[in-house]
C-alpha cells in the first residue's frame, strides 16, 4: 500500500510544529515521543501500521479550529481519530502528519427527549449514547459490533451500520446534527434539532465522508423509544441458496426484522465451538431473525416467518422463549469474529455488498477462490441488506500468505461490484480499498467526488492518501475542456 | 421565449449541457415542472441574474421508463423523469410503497403529476417522516450530468453502501442546482396491511403538542403526528374530522392486523385523559394523511405560504409569536416539527422578516416561502438564508459540479 510520500520540508520542522502545537493546547496533550506515539500507529487494521509525526489532543472545538488553522497555514496534514477501531485504516497516520485524536471529546452535552435527540460530543461511545438514555426507555439504533468502543464520531465519518440497519437505518438516516471545522479553522453548524435542513445536504455528505472533508466535533443524534418485546428464530437450513430464499420470502411477505443474519457452516462450527451456545452443527447455514415491536406483533411474526422457514425446507426451527435464549441465539453470532480468530492465527474481514439474490452464485465462486488461494474462508452475512463479511483465514507468519489473503479478498470485492454491489457496505474505503475504487467508479465519477474534496479542503490536508488511489491537484480538476461553437445537436427535439 | 430541450437520453442530456456550459448558457432544469413555483422565479421578468436571462429549459421528462423493480429486494431503478404516478402505481401493485410519502403540488402549483427525479431534488416528505425518514434517506444511488456536461454516478442499488462520498444526498434537496440528474435508484418498502388513526378531539395547540409528544415517545411507532386547529380541521373531506367542530390532533398507526389493534388500543389509553377519541379506518386515514401531506389546507388561494421546519416541542410557540404580528392560519405536521403557515393577506415580504426572526428565537429551523407571487419570491430569499461560512461552502459545492453556473441559477439562492 503506498501512501503520499512524506513532505521532507515538513518533517525538517518537526520541532518548530510541536511547539506551534503546544502554544495551542496544553503541553501533555502533544505527544511527540515515539513510545507513546506507538500507540497510534494503526486502527482496527492491523496489517498496516505508520507512526505519526506528532500527535495532538484537543479538549475543545476552539482548540481543534486553532490546531486546523495552523496546519493549513504551514502546510501540514492531518489525519483525524476516534476511538481507532476503523477496519479498513482509516485512522492510519502519516508519517509528516498530525493525527488529531477526539478522545477528550467525551461528553453527553444535552438529552431532549421531548425532541427525541441527544447532543453529544464525537468521543462519546456509541454504546455510551444508549447508555445514557436507557433510563428513560430510549436507545440510539444503529448498533456496528464494535459499540463498546467505537465512538460517534467515528459512526459518522464512517456512515457506520449494524445488525438493525435494514429496519431502523444507518447512521445516516439517525442523525440530525453536526457542528465541524473545515481545514481551514473554520467552525460550521449543520442541522439542529429540526428535521431536513435546508441549502446542500452537507450533513449527508459529512456521514461516511471517512475524516476528508471536516472535523466533527458535536453530533446531535436521534434517540428511539424501545420495542416493548424482541424474539429471534434461529432456522437451520440445508444450503445457504435456501436460506437465502428463506430471507427474500420474508421480506416479499411485508416482513421488515429487526435483525436478520445468516452464518454458513464453517463459521456456525467455529462459533458454536467457542461459545457452545446449541447451533446445529449438521446444517449448511443458519439464518437468525430478530422481531421487535409490542408483543402482539412479535408473536404473530414469529409464526408467520416459522411457517415461510417450513416452507423453504428448514431443517431446524428454533424460537426463544425467554429474553436469555434470544441472547443465546445471538451469542453465537456476536462471537464469530473471535470464533474463527481461534481457528487460525489471522483473518482478513471483508466488507462487500451484493443483491441479495446473486449470493448462491457469490458463495460458489468464494468457494472456488478459496481453493485457488489455498485459504479457507467463512462467511457471515447481513442476510436482509445482502452485506457479506467473509472471513480470510491466513497466517501471517508464512511468507507470503497476508499477501495471498489480500488478493484472495481484492478478487471477492471485484466479485461483488460484477454482481451489482459494492466494495464496502459499512468498514469504509479507507487504505485497505482505496486501489479497488476503480473497479466500481469511472475516472469521472472519481473526479467528481475528488471536486467535491477540492470545495472543502483545496490544499487536500485531511487525511490524504485515503479513499482515492490518484491524487490530483485541485487546480487541475477544476479545468473545463471546452468545445464553443459546436453544432448544436441537431437531432434533439425540441418544442 | 422559452425554448424546451426534451433530451430522450442521458447522452442528449451530456450534449446539451457541454454546449450550455461552453456557451455559458443558464438553464432551466426541469421534470415535468409541476412545482415551477417553489423556489427563486428562474423564467419569465423576475428571473435569471443580472444580464443572464434564462431562455431555455431542459426537460427531463423524456428519461422515462422503469428499468429495474425487485419488490423482494426493495430496490426500483427508474429514468429521473419517470412519472411518480407510474412508480406508486407500480409499488402499489407488489403491495410496497415509497415510505417518503412525496407531497402532491397540483392545486398549488396548478400542474398535475410530478416526476421521480423532481421529487428527489425537492427533497419534500410527507407526514411519515418521522419514522421513515425523508427522501433523502430512500435514495440507493444516483446517474447525473454535471454542468460540466461529464457523466457521473453515486451509490448503487444496495442499501449497504459506503463507497465513496454520499453524493446521492447531496442531490436530494438540490433542486436540480448540482446536475441534471438522469437516472435514479431508491428503496421502496412494504405498504402496510392495516391504517389507523386516532383522533383526538378539541386541543389547543401547547395541549396538543404535549400529545403528540406523548404518542411519539411511546414505543407504539406512531407512523404520523399532526394537529389541525378548528378552522384548518373543519375544511378535512373526511367527515369525523371536518365534523368534529374544532381542532382535531390525528395520530396514525400502521402495519400487521394484530399489532394494529394493540398498539390503537395502547395508544388510547395513553392519550384518554387529554380529550374526547375518535378512530379512523383505513379509508378515512388514507385520505385525512393525504391531505396532512399535500397541506390540502391551503393549496388554493394566493395567500403567501410558509413550512417551517422546526424544533418539534417549540411548534405551538412559534406559531404563536408570528401570529402576534402577522395574523394567520397553522397547522402542524411532524408532532410539532412540520408547521404550515398561511398568512390572511398580503405582505411586501411575504412575511418572511417576522417568520425568520420568529424561527431564530426557538431554537432555529428552516423556513421556506412556498407560495408568493414572482416579484416577492425574486426580492425575498425564498429558502432559509445560509450564515456566511455555510453559503460560501455552498457556492463551492456549486462550483464544483457547475462551474459556469448553468444549471438553475438562483433557483435555491442568489448567486447560486
Known amino acids: 500500500m503506498k501512501m503520499p510520500d512524506p513532505d521532507q520540508a515538513v518533517l525538517a520542522r518537526r520541532a518548530e510544529i510541536i511547539a506551534a502545537l503546544r502554544a495551542i493546547v496544553p503541553d501533555q496533550s502533544v505527544i511527540a515521543d515515539e513510545k507513546e506515539l506507538a500507540v497510534y500507529e494503526s486502527d482496527g487494521l492491523t496489517a498496516y501500521h505508520q507512526l505519526p509525526m506528532i500527535v495532538v489532543l484537543p479538549e475543545n472545538v476552539a482548540q481543534v479550529s486553532e490546531v486546523l488553522a495552523y496546519c493549513h497555514q504551514n502546510n501540514v496534514k492531518i489525519v483525524p481519530r476516534g476511538a481507532g477501531t476503523s477496519l479498513s485504516g482509516g485512522a492510519l497516520p502519516l508519517a509528516d502528519g498530525v493525527t488529531l485524536g477526539l478522545g477528550k471529546f467525551n461528553r453527553v452535552l444535552e438529552i431532549d427527549y421531548d425532541n427525541r435527540c441527544a447532543r453529544v460530543q464525537p468521543g462519546v461511545t456509541n454504546l455510551g449514547i444508549s447508555q445514557a438514555v436507557q433510563g428513560e426507555g430510549f436507545y440510539y439504533a444503529p448498533d456496528p459490533s464494535s459499540q463498546i468502543a467505537c465512538t460517534i464520531g467515528g459512526n459518522v465519518a464512517e456512515n457506520s451500520g449494524g445488525v438493525h440497519c435494514l429496519k431502523y437505518g444507518l447512521t445516516t438516516n439517525n442523525i440530525l446534527g453536526l457542528e465541524m471545522v473545515l481545514p481551514d479553522g473554520e467552525i460550521l453548524r449543520l442541522g439542529g434539532k429540526h428535521m431536513d435542513s435546508e441549502g446542500y445536504d452537507l450533513l449527508g455528505l459529512m456521514t461516511g465522508s471517512e475524516g476528508l472533508l471536516g472535523i466533527i466535533t458535536e453530533v446531535t443524534v436521534r434517540i428511539l423509544p424501545k420495542p416493548t418485546t424482541a424474539r429471534a428464530l434461529m432456522i437451520g437450513f440445508d444450503t445457504s441458496e435456501a436460506g437465502g430464499q428463506c430471507v427474500a420470502d420474508i ?226 480538476l477544476g479545468r473545463m475542456h471546452i468545445h464553443r461553437g459546436q453544432t448544436r445537436f441537431p437531432d434533439l427535439p425540441r418544442f | 421565449m422559452t425554448e424546451t430541450l426534451t433530451p430522450e437520453n442521458a447522452d442528449q442530456v451530456g450534449e446539451v449541457l457541454a454546449w450550455a456550459a461552453g456557451e455559458e448558457i443558464p438553464l432551466e432544469i426541469a421534470g415535468a415542472a409541476t412545482k415551477r413555483g417553489l423556489g427563486r422565479p428562474l423564467l419569465g421578468a423576475h428571473g435569471g441574474e443580472g444580464n443572464r436571462i434564462i431562455g431555455h429549459s431542459l426537460d427531463l421528462s423524456g428519461l422515462s421508463g422503469i428499468t429495474l423493480y425487485e419488490p423482494e429486494e426493495l430496490v426500483l431503478t427508474a429514468g429521473a423523469g419517470t412519472s411518480l404516478a407510474e412508480i406508486e402505481a407500480a409499488v402499489a401493485e407488489k403491495g410496497q410503497q415509497l415510505a417518503f410519502e412525496p407531497m402532491h403540488m397540483a392545486l398549488l402549483y396548478g400542474h398535475e403529476g410530478g416526476t421521480l427525479g423532481g421529487a428527489i431534488a425537492c427533497n419534500l416528505a410527507g407526514p411519515r417522516r418521522i419514522n421513515a425518514g425523508a427522501a433523502r434517506d430512500h435514495v440507493l444511488g444516483v446517474q447525473g ?121 395502547a395508544l388510547r389509553d395513553l392519550l384518554a385523559s387529554f380529550g374526547t ?128 453556473r448553468i444549471l438553475n441559477p438562483g433557483r435555491m439562492y442568489q448567486g447560486v
Not at chain 1, 330 to 353: E, H, Q, S, V
Request: proline share 6%; aromatic share 6%.
Open chain 1, 251 to 476: 421480506i416479499s411477505d411485508g416482513i421488515i426484522p429487526g435483525g436478520m443474519e445468516m452464518m454458513d457452516g464453517p463459521a456456525i462450527a467455529a462459533a458454536e465451538a467457542f461459545v457452545q451456545v446449541g447451533y446445529p452443527i449438521d446444517v449448511g447455514a443458519l439464518l437468525l431473525v430478530e422481531l421487535d415491536g409490542p408483543p402482539a406483533e412479535v408473536d404473530y411474526l414469529i409464526e408467520r416467518v416459522r411457517g415461510l422457514a417450513d416452507a423453504r425446507g428448514a431443517i431446524s426451527v428454533r424460537v426463544s422463549e425467554s429474553e436469555e435464549e434470544r441472547e443465546q441465539f445471538w451469542a453465537g453470532r456476536k462471537a464469530a469474529f473471535p470464533a474463527i480468530g481461534r481457528l487460525t492465527p489471522d483473518y482478513y474481514c471483508m466488507d462487500g455488498t451484493i443483491p441479495r439474490h446473486r449470493l448462491p452464485e457469490v458463495l460458489a465462486r468464494m468457494a472456488e477462490m478459496s481453493k485457488k488461494y489455498d485459504l479457507g474462508v467463512a462467511n457471515v452475512f447481513h442476510a436482509g441488506d445482502g452485506n457479506l463479511h467473509p472471513l480470510i483465514m491466513y497466517d501471517a507468519n508464512n511468507p507470503g500468505e497476508l499477501e495471498r489473503a489480500e488478493d484472495f479478498g481484492s478478487d471477492i470485492l471485484r466479485l461483488c461490484v460484477e454482481v451489482g454491489g459494492v466494495l464496502t457496505g459499512e468498514h469504509g474505503v479507507g487504505v485497505e480499498k482505496r486501489d479497488l475504487m476503480g473497479v466500481m467508479f469511472s475516472e469521472e465519477d472519481l473526479n467528481q467526488q475528488q471536486r467535491v474534496k477540492c470545495a472543502f479542503d483545496p490544499q487536500q490536508l485531511l487525511n490524504p492518501g485515503k479513499v482515492f488511489p490518484t491524487l490530483h491537484r485541485c487546480a487541475e
Open chain 2, 145 to 265: 450530468m454535471s454542468g460540466r456536461g461529464e457523466a457521473f454516478k453515486s451509490g448503487g442499488r444496495v442499501v449497504k453502501n459506503v463507497t465513496g462520498y454520499d453524493l446521492s444526498k447531496l442531490m436530494s434537496g438540490s433542486y436540480g442546482t448540482l446536475a441534471a440528474l438522469t437516472e435514479i435508484t431508491i428503496k421502496v418498502l412494504p405498504a402496510p396491511e392495516k391504517i389507523r388513526t386516532l383522533l383526538v378531539l378539541g386541543l389547543d395547540d401547547d395541549a396538543a403538542a404535549r400529545a403528540m409528544t406523548a404518542a411519539l415517545n411511546s414505543s407504539h411507532e406512531v407512523s404520523g403526528a399532526a394537529h389541525l386547529p378548528g378552522p384548518v380541521a373543519g375544511q378535512s373531506a373526511v367527515s369525523y374530522v371536518g365534523g368534529a367542530g374544532g381542532a382535531v390532533t390525528a395520530l396514525r398507526i400502521e402495519g400487521f392486523s394484530p399489532s394494529v389493534a394493540a398498539r390503537l388500543e
Open chain 2, 277 to 404: 377519541l375518535e378512530e379512523l379506518h383505513s379509508a378515512n386515514s388514507i385520505k385525512l394523511w393525504r391531505e396532512v401531506r399535500d397541506a390540502a389546507p391551503f393549496q388554493t388561494g394566493d395567500q403567501p405560504l410558509w413550512r417551517l421546519s422546526a424544533t418539534p416541542s417549540a411548534g405551538p410557540a412559534v406559531v404563536r409569536d408570528i401570529a402576534a404580528a402577522l395574523p394567520g392560519v397553522a397547522f402542524y405536521d411532524w408532532g410539532g416539527g412540520l408547521i404550515w403557515y398561511r398568512l390572511d393577506g398580503p405582505s411586501d415580504d411575504g412575511g418572511a422578516d417576522v417568520v425568520r426572526t420568529v424561527l431564530a428565537n426557538h431554537g432555529g429551523g428552516h423556513a421556506t416561502l412556498v407560495r408568493a407571487d414572482d416579484a416577492v419570491r425574486a426580492r425575498v430569499p425564498v429558502f432559509q438564508p445560509q450564515d456566511k461560512g455555510l453559503a460560501a461552502l455552498s457556492a463551492r459545492v456549486k462550483d464544483s459540479f457547475d462551474p459556469r
